[in-house]
Protein backbone atom coordinates (compact mmCIF):
# COMPACT_ATOMS: atom_id res chain seq x y z
CA UNK A 1 0.00 0.00 0.00
CA UNK A 2 1.11 3.89 -0.65
CA UNK A 3 0.56 5.45 2.55
CA UNK A 4 -0.85 9.26 2.26
CA UNK A 5 -0.57 11.40 5.90
CA UNK A 6 -3.67 13.93 5.26
CA UNK A 7 -2.61 16.48 7.93
CA UNK A 8 -5.45 18.45 8.73
CA UNK A 9 -9.25 17.27 8.40
CA UNK A 10 -11.34 20.74 8.50
CA UNK A 11 -13.88 21.15 6.00
CA UNK A 12 -11.89 22.19 2.63
CA UNK A 13 -10.23 18.70 3.15
CA UNK A 14 -13.45 17.04 2.82
CA UNK A 15 -13.79 16.08 -1.05
CA UNK A 16 -10.34 15.48 -1.20
CA UNK A 17 -9.83 12.98 1.51
CA UNK A 18 -13.33 12.20 -0.69
CA UNK A 19 -11.86 11.98 -3.82
CA UNK A 20 -9.00 9.85 -2.46
CA UNK A 21 -11.03 7.17 -0.52
CA UNK A 22 -12.82 6.71 -3.96
CA UNK A 23 -9.72 5.59 -5.90
CA UNK A 24 -7.75 4.04 -2.85
CA UNK A 25 -8.65 0.38 -3.82
CA UNK A 26 -7.76 1.09 -7.39
CA UNK A 27 -4.70 2.91 -6.89
CA UNK A 28 -3.41 1.02 -3.23
CA UNK A 29 -3.72 4.10 -1.25
CA UNK A 30 -4.12 3.94 2.42
CA UNK A 31 -4.71 7.42 4.18
CA UNK A 32 -3.93 8.35 7.80
CA UNK A 33 -6.04 11.44 8.29
CA UNK A 34 -4.56 13.68 11.37
CA UNK A 35 -6.19 16.44 13.69
CA UNK A 36 -5.79 18.09 16.76
CA UNK A 37 -9.71 16.20 16.61
CA UNK A 38 -9.66 12.53 16.44
CA UNK A 39 -13.30 13.23 16.50
CA UNK A 40 -13.15 15.00 13.35
CA UNK A 41 -10.54 12.94 11.69
CA UNK A 42 -12.41 9.20 12.52
CA UNK A 43 -16.05 11.58 10.80
CA UNK A 44 -13.59 12.10 7.60
CA UNK A 45 -12.60 8.49 7.17
CA UNK A 46 -16.13 7.78 7.16
CA UNK A 47 -15.23 4.19 8.17
CA UNK A 48 -13.78 3.00 5.03
CA UNK A 49 -10.74 0.13 5.18
CA UNK A 50 -8.22 2.16 3.55
CA UNK A 51 -8.31 5.06 6.27
CA UNK A 52 -7.93 5.72 9.45
CA UNK A 53 -7.51 8.79 11.96
CA UNK A 54 -4.76 9.79 14.63
CA UNK A 55 -5.13 12.63 16.86
CA UNK A 56 -2.41 14.78 16.09
CA UNK A 57 -0.32 17.54 17.66
CA UNK A 58 1.21 19.53 14.91
CA UNK A 59 4.03 20.88 17.59
CA UNK A 60 4.75 17.54 18.74
CA UNK A 61 7.89 16.95 17.19
CA UNK A 62 8.27 13.30 18.10
CA UNK A 63 4.81 12.78 17.11
CA UNK A 64 4.93 14.73 13.69
CA UNK A 65 8.30 13.12 12.69
CA UNK A 66 7.17 9.50 13.27
CA UNK A 67 3.68 10.21 10.82
CA UNK A 68 5.90 11.84 7.93
CA UNK A 69 8.43 8.79 8.69
CA UNK A 70 5.76 6.16 7.36
CA UNK A 71 4.33 8.27 4.73
CA UNK A 72 4.98 8.32 0.88
CA UNK A 73 3.91 11.79 0.48
CA UNK A 74 2.19 14.49 3.22
CA UNK A 75 -0.50 16.40 2.36
CA UNK A 76 -0.93 19.64 4.48
CA UNK A 77 -3.95 21.34 5.25
CA UNK A 78 -2.77 23.06 8.32
CA UNK A 79 -2.83 26.95 8.15
CA UNK A 80 -0.26 28.51 6.38
CA UNK A 81 2.06 28.93 8.62
CA UNK A 82 2.15 25.65 10.16
CA UNK A 83 3.63 24.31 6.63
CA UNK A 84 7.15 25.21 7.18
CA UNK A 85 7.75 22.50 10.02
CA UNK A 86 6.20 19.99 7.90
CA UNK A 87 8.15 20.93 4.98
CA UNK A 88 11.82 20.68 6.93
CA UNK A 89 10.38 16.97 8.23
CA UNK A 90 9.60 16.14 4.63
CA UNK A 91 13.27 17.13 3.46
CA UNK A 92 14.85 15.07 6.70
CA UNK A 93 12.62 11.72 5.66
CA UNK A 94 12.90 12.72 1.86
CA UNK A 95 8.82 12.52 1.18
CA UNK A 96 7.06 15.06 -1.46
CA UNK A 97 4.58 17.26 -0.11
CA UNK A 98 1.42 18.94 -1.18
CA UNK A 99 -0.36 22.46 0.43
CA UNK A 100 -3.06 24.98 -1.17
CA UNK A 101 -1.50 27.86 0.41
CA UNK A 102 0.79 30.47 -1.34
CA UNK A 103 4.46 29.97 -1.07
CA UNK A 104 5.57 31.66 1.90
CA UNK A 105 9.66 33.02 1.55
CA UNK A 106 10.47 30.39 4.25
CA UNK A 107 9.12 27.55 2.00
CA UNK A 108 10.93 28.89 -0.80
CA UNK A 109 14.40 28.98 0.91
CA UNK A 110 13.88 25.16 1.01
CA UNK A 111 14.09 25.06 -3.05
CA UNK A 112 17.52 23.93 -3.29
CA UNK A 113 17.08 21.04 -0.68
CA UNK A 114 13.88 19.98 -2.65
CA UNK A 115 15.55 19.66 -5.37
CA UNK A 116 19.19 18.02 -4.06
CA UNK A 117 16.69 15.53 -2.66
CA UNK A 118 14.42 14.82 -5.61
CA UNK A 119 11.26 16.19 -3.83
CA UNK A 120 8.55 17.54 -4.84
CA UNK A 121 6.69 20.42 -2.89
CA UNK A 122 3.63 21.47 -5.03
CA UNK A 123 2.08 24.37 -3.21
CA UNK A 124 -0.49 26.87 -4.18
CA UNK A 125 -3.07 23.98 -5.55
CA UNK A 126 -6.10 24.93 -4.15
CA UNK A 127 -8.79 27.12 -5.79
CA UNK A 128 -7.08 31.11 -5.62
CA UNK A 129 -4.38 30.05 -5.78
CA UNK A 130 -4.85 26.96 -7.61
CA UNK A 131 -7.15 26.61 -10.55
CA UNK A 132 -6.57 30.25 -11.16
CA UNK A 133 -3.14 29.55 -12.16
CA UNK A 134 -3.83 26.37 -14.14
CA UNK A 135 -6.84 27.71 -15.57
CA UNK A 136 -4.85 31.39 -16.84
CA UNK A 137 -1.63 29.32 -17.92
CA UNK A 138 -3.79 26.88 -20.35
CA UNK A 139 -5.06 29.89 -21.82
CA UNK A 140 -1.94 31.91 -21.67
CA UNK A 141 0.39 28.76 -23.81
CA UNK A 142 -2.47 28.00 -26.10
CA UNK A 143 -2.02 31.78 -27.07
CA UNK A 144 1.47 31.64 -27.36
CA UNK A 145 1.67 28.37 -29.21
CA UNK A 146 0.05 29.72 -31.68
CA UNK A 147 2.44 33.17 -31.52
CA UNK A 148 0.22 35.83 -29.59
CA UNK A 149 1.68 38.29 -27.67
CA UNK A 150 -0.67 38.50 -24.26
CA UNK A 151 -1.33 42.12 -23.77
CA UNK A 152 -3.81 42.40 -20.95
CA UNK A 153 -4.67 40.06 -17.89
CA UNK A 154 -7.41 40.02 -15.93
CA UNK A 155 -8.33 37.40 -13.32
CA UNK A 156 -11.75 37.43 -10.95
CA UNK A 157 -12.79 34.86 -7.84
CA UNK A 158 -14.75 34.92 -5.31
CA UNK A 159 -16.37 32.39 -3.00
CA UNK A 160 -20.25 33.30 -2.90
CA UNK A 161 -24.21 32.12 -1.81
CA UNK A 162 -25.43 29.80 -4.79
CA UNK A 163 -28.50 31.49 -6.24
CA UNK A 164 -31.30 29.71 -4.58
CA UNK A 165 -29.73 30.31 -1.23
CA UNK A 166 -29.14 34.01 -1.55
CA UNK A 167 -32.00 35.41 0.85
CA UNK A 168 -30.07 38.54 2.69
CA UNK A 169 -30.15 42.27 1.15
CA UNK A 170 -25.97 41.79 0.93
CA UNK A 171 -26.22 39.05 -1.87
CA UNK A 172 -23.41 37.27 0.50
CA UNK A 173 -22.90 34.88 3.32
CA UNK A 174 -19.53 33.29 4.58
CA UNK A 175 -18.28 30.40 2.88
CA UNK A 176 -15.42 30.48 4.16
CA UNK A 177 -13.33 31.95 6.83
CA UNK A 178 -15.09 35.01 8.19
CA UNK A 179 -11.71 36.55 8.98
CA UNK A 180 -9.96 36.63 6.22
CA UNK A 181 -13.35 38.63 4.74
CA UNK A 182 -13.81 41.13 7.63
CA UNK A 183 -9.67 41.87 6.94
CA UNK A 184 -9.49 41.69 3.21
CA UNK A 185 -7.46 44.41 1.40
CA UNK A 186 -5.80 45.66 4.59
CA UNK A 187 -2.29 45.71 5.20
CA UNK A 188 -1.16 47.85 1.90
CA UNK A 189 -2.48 49.59 -1.03
CA UNK A 190 -3.61 47.54 -3.85
CA UNK A 191 -0.94 47.49 -6.90
CA UNK A 192 -1.73 46.86 -10.55
CA UNK A 193 -0.96 48.02 -13.79
CA UNK A 194 -3.54 49.28 -16.39
CA UNK A 195 -2.91 50.18 -19.97
CA UNK A 196 1.13 50.66 -19.21
CA UNK A 197 -0.04 53.00 -16.26
CA UNK A 198 0.85 51.43 -12.57
CA UNK A 199 -1.89 52.00 -10.49
CA UNK A 200 -2.46 51.98 -6.45
CA UNK A 201 -5.63 51.65 -4.28
CA UNK A 202 -5.31 52.66 -0.39
CA UNK A 203 -7.43 50.48 1.60
CA UNK A 204 -9.75 53.48 2.18
CA UNK A 205 -10.74 53.18 -1.27
CA UNK A 206 -10.10 49.98 -2.40
CA UNK A 207 -14.46 49.19 -2.28
CA UNK A 208 -15.31 52.35 -4.39
CA UNK A 209 -13.17 50.96 -7.18
CA UNK A 210 -14.97 47.92 -8.27
CA UNK A 211 -14.96 46.50 -12.17
CA UNK A 212 -18.48 44.75 -13.06
CA UNK A 213 -18.32 41.49 -14.69
CA UNK A 214 -21.69 39.75 -16.65
CA UNK A 215 -21.90 35.86 -16.06
CA UNK A 216 -24.26 34.45 -18.37
CA UNK A 217 -26.96 32.39 -16.41
CA UNK A 218 -26.05 34.22 -13.42
CA UNK A 219 -26.06 37.94 -13.92
CA UNK A 220 -23.77 40.85 -12.86
CA UNK A 221 -20.77 41.17 -10.20
CA UNK A 222 -18.57 43.57 -9.20
CA UNK A 223 -14.78 42.84 -8.47
CA UNK A 224 -12.59 44.96 -6.15
CA UNK A 225 -8.48 44.66 -6.60
CA UNK A 226 -6.31 42.15 -4.76
CA UNK A 227 -3.59 43.67 -2.64
CA UNK A 228 -0.68 42.77 -5.08
CA UNK A 229 -1.78 42.09 -8.61
CA UNK A 230 1.82 42.32 -9.72
CA UNK A 231 2.98 39.28 -7.88
CA UNK A 232 2.58 36.84 -9.96
CA UNK A 233 3.85 39.31 -13.30
CA UNK A 234 6.83 37.03 -14.17
CA UNK A 235 5.94 33.78 -13.21
CA UNK A 236 3.45 33.81 -15.83
CA UNK A 237 5.87 35.52 -18.17
CA UNK A 238 3.50 38.65 -18.44
CA UNK A 239 6.36 41.24 -17.71
CA UNK A 240 5.15 42.81 -21.35
CA UNK A 241 1.59 43.01 -20.83
CA UNK A 242 0.20 46.37 -20.32
CA UNK A 243 -2.83 45.56 -18.28
CA UNK A 244 -2.43 42.63 -15.20
CA UNK A 245 -5.31 42.97 -12.53
CA UNK A 246 -6.51 40.37 -10.29
CA UNK A 247 -9.64 41.03 -8.30
CA UNK A 248 -11.94 39.17 -5.73
CA UNK A 249 -15.68 38.56 -6.37
CA UNK A 250 -18.41 39.86 -5.23
CA UNK A 251 -22.83 41.10 -6.21
CA UNK A 252 -23.35 44.15 -7.27
CA UNK A 253 -23.70 46.84 -4.47
CA UNK A 254 -21.78 44.65 -1.42
CA UNK A 255 -18.30 46.61 -1.89
CA UNK A 256 -20.11 50.20 -1.25
CA UNK A 257 -22.14 48.81 1.35
CA UNK A 258 -18.65 47.19 2.90
CA UNK A 259 -17.18 50.26 2.75
CA UNK A 260 -19.54 51.73 5.42
CA UNK A 261 -17.91 49.79 7.60
CA UNK A 262 -14.09 50.53 6.19
CA UNK A 263 -15.37 54.57 6.73
CA UNK A 264 -16.28 54.41 10.49
CA UNK A 265 -12.96 51.76 11.85
CA UNK A 266 -15.34 48.54 12.40
CA UNK A 267 -12.67 46.99 10.49
CA UNK A 268 -9.84 47.82 12.14
CA UNK A 269 -7.66 44.26 14.05
CA UNK A 270 -4.95 46.92 15.84
CA UNK A 271 -6.06 47.52 18.90
CA UNK A 272 -8.32 46.10 21.46
CA UNK A 273 -11.84 47.55 22.48
CA UNK A 274 -12.66 48.01 26.68
CA UNK A 275 -15.51 45.86 27.86
CA UNK A 276 -16.10 44.30 24.92
CA UNK A 277 -17.43 41.14 26.59
CA UNK A 278 -20.31 43.40 27.91
CA UNK A 279 -20.80 45.06 24.99
CA UNK A 280 -24.12 45.10 22.93
CA UNK A 281 -24.32 45.58 19.38
CA UNK A 282 -25.88 48.37 20.00
CA UNK A 283 -22.44 49.99 21.88
CA UNK A 284 -20.13 48.71 19.71
CA UNK A 285 -22.38 50.76 17.06
CA UNK A 286 -22.31 53.66 18.52
CA UNK A 287 -18.59 53.51 19.97
CA UNK A 288 -17.78 54.46 16.61
CA UNK A 289 -20.01 57.99 16.37
CA UNK A 290 -19.51 61.27 17.99
CA UNK A 291 -21.32 61.51 21.26
CA UNK A 292 -24.76 63.50 21.25
CA UNK A 293 -26.68 64.33 23.88
CA UNK A 294 -30.53 63.89 21.87
CA UNK A 295 -29.63 62.59 18.80
CA UNK A 296 -30.00 58.49 18.46
CA UNK A 297 -26.90 55.94 17.76
CA UNK A 298 -29.27 55.19 14.21
CA UNK A 299 -29.42 59.47 13.50
CA UNK A 300 -25.89 59.68 14.07
CA UNK A 301 -25.04 56.50 12.01
CA UNK A 302 -27.04 58.16 8.89
CA UNK A 303 -24.96 61.15 9.69
CA UNK A 304 -22.33 59.59 9.68
CA UNK A 305 -22.62 57.78 6.43
CA UNK A 306 -24.53 60.37 4.77
CA UNK A 307 -28.00 57.87 4.08
CA UNK A 308 -30.94 58.73 3.93
CA UNK A 309 -33.56 56.39 5.95
CA UNK A 310 -35.49 55.17 2.41
CA UNK A 311 -32.04 54.18 0.91
CA UNK A 312 -30.97 50.52 0.75
CA UNK A 313 -27.89 50.91 2.80
CA UNK A 314 -29.50 51.76 5.59
CA UNK A 315 -31.83 48.76 5.17
CA UNK A 316 -28.56 46.57 4.81
CA UNK A 317 -27.04 48.16 7.89
CA UNK A 318 -30.44 47.34 9.74
CA UNK A 319 -30.76 43.77 8.54
CA UNK A 320 -27.51 42.99 10.65
CA UNK A 321 -29.03 43.83 13.71
CA UNK A 322 -26.44 46.03 14.34
CA UNK A 323 -28.91 48.51 16.61
CA UNK A 324 -29.80 45.88 19.12
CA UNK A 325 -29.35 46.96 22.95
CA UNK A 326 -30.08 43.33 23.73
CA UNK A 327 -27.71 41.61 22.19
CA UNK A 328 -24.05 41.16 23.46
CA UNK A 329 -21.02 40.82 21.82
CA UNK A 330 -19.65 38.13 24.45
CA UNK A 331 -16.12 38.59 23.22
CA UNK A 332 -13.29 39.39 25.92
CA UNK A 333 -10.55 41.64 24.77
CA UNK A 334 -11.89 41.92 21.12
CA UNK A 335 -10.48 43.87 18.51
CA UNK A 336 -13.28 46.31 16.16
CA UNK A 337 -12.52 43.09 13.45
CA UNK A 338 -13.21 40.68 15.73
CA UNK A 339 -16.77 42.09 16.92
CA UNK A 340 -17.77 42.64 13.61
CA UNK A 341 -16.73 39.13 12.66
CA UNK A 342 -18.97 38.07 16.05
CA UNK A 343 -22.09 40.30 14.66
CA UNK A 344 -21.83 39.26 10.98
CA UNK A 345 -21.61 35.76 11.82
CA UNK A 346 -24.73 35.97 13.35
CA UNK A 347 -26.93 37.09 9.63
CA UNK A 348 -24.20 35.20 6.62
CA UNK A 349 -23.81 32.08 8.32
CA UNK A 350 -24.46 29.31 6.00
CA UNK A 351 -27.43 27.29 7.48
CA UNK A 352 -27.70 23.80 6.90
CA UNK A 353 -29.67 23.94 3.75
CA UNK A 354 -27.67 26.59 2.22
CA UNK A 355 -25.14 26.18 -0.82
CA UNK A 356 -22.05 28.09 -1.75
CA UNK A 357 -21.13 29.22 -5.23
CA UNK A 358 -17.25 29.61 -6.79
CA UNK A 359 -17.09 32.37 -9.55
CA UNK A 360 -13.71 32.44 -11.74
CA UNK A 361 -13.21 34.84 -14.50
CA UNK A 362 -10.62 35.46 -16.58
CA UNK A 363 -9.83 37.81 -19.63
CA UNK A 364 -6.95 37.69 -21.74
CA UNK A 365 -5.91 40.52 -24.45
CA UNK A 366 -3.50 39.56 -27.00
CA UNK A 367 -2.04 40.58 -30.39
CA UNK A 368 -1.34 37.92 -33.28
CA UNK A 369 -0.86 38.92 -36.92
CA UNK A 370 -1.22 42.98 -36.23
CA UNK A 371 -5.11 42.53 -34.84
CA UNK A 372 -6.05 42.73 -31.02
CA UNK A 373 -8.33 39.83 -30.35
CA UNK A 374 -9.97 38.59 -26.47
CA UNK A 375 -11.00 35.48 -24.82
CA UNK A 376 -13.00 35.62 -21.87
CA UNK A 377 -12.72 32.47 -19.62
CA UNK A 378 -15.64 31.76 -17.02
CA UNK A 379 -16.31 29.14 -14.46
CA UNK A 380 -19.04 28.60 -11.81
CA UNK A 381 -19.43 25.56 -9.35
CA UNK A 382 -22.06 25.09 -6.75
CA UNK A 383 -21.75 22.85 -3.74
CA UNK A 384 -23.41 19.66 -2.97
CA UNK A 385 -24.10 20.09 0.52
CA UNK A 386 -22.53 21.60 3.75
CA UNK A 387 -20.01 19.13 3.70
CA UNK A 388 -18.68 18.94 0.11
CA UNK A 389 -19.22 22.58 -0.83
CA UNK A 390 -17.90 24.13 -3.96
CA UNK A 391 -15.28 25.75 -1.65
CA UNK A 392 -14.60 22.07 -0.78
CA UNK A 393 -14.36 20.57 -3.74
CA UNK A 394 -12.33 23.30 -5.63
CA UNK A 395 -9.66 23.35 -2.91
CA UNK A 396 -9.17 19.91 -2.13
CA UNK A 397 -9.94 17.78 -5.59
CA UNK A 398 -7.13 19.50 -7.25
CA UNK A 399 -4.64 19.06 -3.73
CA UNK A 400 -5.95 14.81 -4.32
CA UNK A 401 -5.42 14.79 -8.03
CA UNK A 402 -1.77 16.46 -7.63
CA UNK A 403 -1.15 13.93 -5.34
CA UNK A 404 -2.26 10.95 -7.08
CA UNK A 405 -0.50 12.98 -10.48
CA UNK A 406 2.57 12.74 -7.84
CA UNK A 407 2.74 9.56 -6.68
CA UNK A 408 1.97 7.84 -10.45
CA UNK A 409 5.23 10.02 -11.18
CA UNK A 410 3.45 11.63 -13.67
CA UNK A 411 4.74 15.19 -12.79
CA UNK A 412 8.58 15.29 -12.75
CA UNK A 413 10.01 18.84 -12.16
CA UNK A 414 11.55 18.86 -8.69
CA UNK A 415 11.63 21.54 -6.50
CA UNK A 416 8.86 24.19 -4.45
CA UNK A 417 6.85 25.03 -7.12
CA UNK A 418 3.45 26.17 -8.13
CA UNK A 419 1.45 24.28 -10.97
CA UNK A 420 2.35 26.25 -14.38
CA UNK A 421 3.61 23.54 -16.17
CA UNK A 422 1.58 21.61 -18.57
CA UNK A 423 2.60 18.21 -16.86
CA UNK A 424 0.76 19.49 -13.56
CA UNK A 425 -2.25 21.63 -15.01
CA UNK A 426 -3.20 19.61 -18.21
CA UNK A 427 -4.36 16.16 -16.48
CA UNK A 428 -6.22 17.98 -13.53
CA UNK A 429 -7.92 20.54 -15.71
CA UNK A 430 -9.12 18.23 -17.90
CA UNK A 431 -10.25 15.70 -14.64
CA UNK A 432 -11.87 18.79 -13.01
CA UNK A 433 -14.43 18.80 -15.51
CA UNK A 434 -15.73 15.66 -14.51
CA UNK A 435 -16.63 17.21 -10.92
CA UNK A 436 -18.51 20.01 -12.86
CA UNK A 437 -15.21 22.38 -12.61
CA UNK A 438 -15.32 23.49 -16.25
CA UNK A 439 -14.34 27.11 -17.71
CA UNK A 440 -16.29 28.41 -20.49
CA UNK A 441 -13.79 30.18 -23.20
CA UNK A 442 -15.57 32.51 -25.57
CA UNK A 443 -13.50 34.51 -28.16
CA UNK A 444 -14.67 38.37 -27.58
CA UNK A 445 -13.90 41.63 -29.63
CA UNK A 446 -10.97 43.42 -27.62
CA UNK A 447 -11.87 45.96 -25.46
CA UNK A 448 -8.85 46.85 -23.73
CA UNK A 449 -9.07 49.91 -20.98
CA UNK A 450 -13.17 50.69 -20.69
CA UNK A 451 -14.05 53.20 -18.74
CA UNK A 452 -17.58 51.89 -19.33
CA UNK A 453 -16.76 48.84 -17.51
CA UNK A 454 -15.44 50.80 -13.97
CA UNK A 455 -17.64 51.91 -11.63
CA UNK A 456 -18.51 56.14 -11.17
CA UNK A 457 -15.97 55.98 -8.58
CA UNK A 458 -12.30 54.86 -10.49
Request: hydrophobic residues 40%.
Amino acid sequence: MRNILIIGAGRSASSLIQYLLNKSSQENLHLTIADISLELAQKKTNNHPNANAIALDINNQEQRHSQIAKADIVISMLPAHLHIEVAKDCIIYKKHLVTASYISDAMQELDAATKENGLIFMNEIGLDPGIDHMSAMKVIDEIRDKGGKIILFESFCGGLVAPDCDDNLWNYKFTWAPRNVVLAGQGGAAKFIQEGKYKYIPYTKLFRRTEFLQVEGYGKFEGYANRDSLKYRSVYGLDDALTLYRGTIRRVGFSKAWNMFVQLGMTDDSYIMENSENMSFRDFTNSFLPYHPTDSVEIKMRLALNIEQDDIMWDKLLELDLFNANKKVCLKNGTPAQILERILNESWALQPHDKDMIVMYHKFGYDLDGKQHQIDSKMVCIGDDQTYTAMAKTVGLPVAMATLQILNGNIKSTGVQLPIKKEVYEPILRELEDFGVVFNETAMPYIGYNPDKISSTN
